[in-house]
T-cell receptor
């Protein structure tokens, strides 16, 4: 069965510092992986996705993630945090590119301090 | 492109009444729509998968008679919470998948906040 583990329910960084949000997955077949961001009382916005090909994926707002099969990880990074990055971030995994359901991690709340 | 809307964005209803939430794909045809609920400070939990023209597939533990899902067209799915109780208060989010077989993304609506008093 597929599952997603996000290490750290809360992450706090200073403005301008590196953002690192961790995601590990479990899947018996090659997964499709996603990172979503959710602002308060809003739906989810896709940050980036990995399907096949290049393992380093660049997304919106300066975020990127690297698929590491050997580590079953898909960590999200951003070189320099902005105050506007404060939000809830969800990692998700799906078989067959989302044709089937998405399995979400528990989420990581990112706080950015001045 | 690929915009999904939900209506209403928030609703307050009395215990025992029913409430309907609409999910629309505005600029694409969605063969499959998904309904999630999210409790405060928690992740999204899939409730059901809705395919156009067929019955919805409910996740284990979700009462299909309480959460009625209809996907009557390629752009509209509805979730009706019947005989709502305070424990049904939650944030309900829908997503939609495009009709093309090669498409794999889900596009999410902005969510509907339901409060049952």
């Amino acid at each position: 069965a597929q599952s997603v583990t996000q290490l750290g329910s809360h992450v706090s960084v200073s403005e301008g510092a590196l953002v690192l949000l961790r995601c590990n997955y479990s899947s018996s077949v090659p997964p499709y992986l996603f990172w979503y961001v959710q602002y308060p009382n809003q739906g989810l916005q896709l940050l980036l996705k990995y399907t096949t090909g290049a393992t380093l994926v660049k997304g919106i707002n300066g975020f990127e993630a690297e698929f590491k099969k050997s580590e079953t990880s898909f960590h999200l990074t951003k070189p320099s945090a902005h105050m506007s990055d404060a939000a809830e971030y969800f990692c998700a995994v799906s078989l067959y590119g989302g044709y089937n359901k998405l399995i979400f991690g528990a989420g990581t709340r990112l706080a950015v301090h001045p | 492109g690929a915009v999904v809307s939900q209506h209403p964005s928030w609703v307050i209803c009395k215990s025992g009444t029913s409430v309907k939430i609409e999910c629309r794909s505005l600029d694409f045809q969605a063969t499959t729509m998904f309904w999630y609920r999210q409790f405060p400070k928690q992740s999204l939990m899939l409730m059901a998968t809705s395919n156009e023209g067929s019955k919805a597939t409910y996740e284990q533990g979700v009462e299909k008679d309480k959460f009625l899902i209809n996907h009557a067209s390629l752009t509209l799915s509805t979730l009706t919470v019947t005989s709502a109780h305070p424990e049904d208060s939650s944030f309900y989010i829908c997503s939609a998948r495009q009709r093309q077989e090669s498409s794999y993304e889900q596009y999410f609506g902005p969510g509907t906040r339901l409060t049952v008093t």
